[in-house]
């Protein structure tokens, strides 16, 4: 079954500063990566998502590349608030057309950003 | 914007007494899953659901675990005889027929002593 690793456990930057966080998966039939946002006690929340038709995806702040050779992908999070201070996961799928989505998630990365 | 429920959000409970969790997913949804998340670690795959029955579920559901859609709103998960192992944060979610994107509820935080 799928395998996804993350690195780093935790990451502490300076306000302003830029943030990447890694992940690879052991599964080449995966094809949807999201990353979800966690806060303390809260739900994960889907920040953005690749599909492996694509090698880059940009929302704002957010930007996530994908390396289907390699097997590995990135979130990267430039100009950083304290308020992207938050626990991130990584995660992949098999997809299907029909909606069908499990994922397997990376063991998280404790993001702090220092003002 | 319609959201995933759970009830209760806690729940404290004595080891060997029987839990149900339970989930009102997103109506329009056909896919409904159950994650787990043991304090201060990952989120895991328990089971998912589709057409009222188990389409995929890990080695960590198993006998003591089941999950039923009782009518056509609610999604359990029922827990015969829990352990102290099983304290954890419960998530439900459900997927649209299209997109695949989850949507997670707030969680169903469950203490077993």
């Known amino acids: 079954g799928e395998n996804v690793e993350q690195h780093p456990s935790t990451l502490s930057v300076q306000e302003g500063d830029s943030a990447v966080i890694k992940c690879t998966y052991s599964?080449?039939?995966?094809?949807?990566f999201p990353w979800y946002k966690q806060e303390l006690g809260k739900r994960p929340q889907l920040i953005i998502d690749i599909r492996s038709n694509v090698g880059e995806k940009k929302d704002q702040r957010i930007a996530v590349t994908l390396n289907k050779t390699a097997k590995h992908f990135s979130l990267h999070i430039t100009e950083t608030q304290p308020e992207d201070s938050a626990v991130y996961f990584c995660a992949a799928s098999d997809s299907s057309s029909g909606g069908y989505n499990k994922l397997i998630f990376g063991a998280g990365t404790r993001l702090a950003v220092h003002p | 914007e319609p959201e995933v429920t759970q009830t209760p959000s806690h729940q404290v409970t004595q080891m060997g007494q029987e839990v149900i969790l339970r989930c009102v997913p997103i109506s329009n949804h056909l896919y409904f899953y159950w994650y787990r998340q043991i304090l201060g670690q990952k989120v895991e795959f328990l089971v998912s659901f589709y057409n009222n029955e188990i389409s995929e579920k890990s080695e960590i559901f198993d006998d003591q675990f089941s999950v039923e859609r009782p009518d056509g709103s609610n999604f359990t998960l029922k827990i015969r005889s829990t352990k102290l192992e099983d304290s954890a944060m419960y998530f439900c979610?459900?997927?649209?027929?299209?997109?695949?994107?989850?949507?997670f509820g707030e969680g169903s935080r469950l203490t077993v002593l």
């Open positions: 979610a459900s997927s649209p027929p299209n997109t695949g994107e989850l949507f």
């Open positions: 599964d080449s039939a995966s094809n949807y």
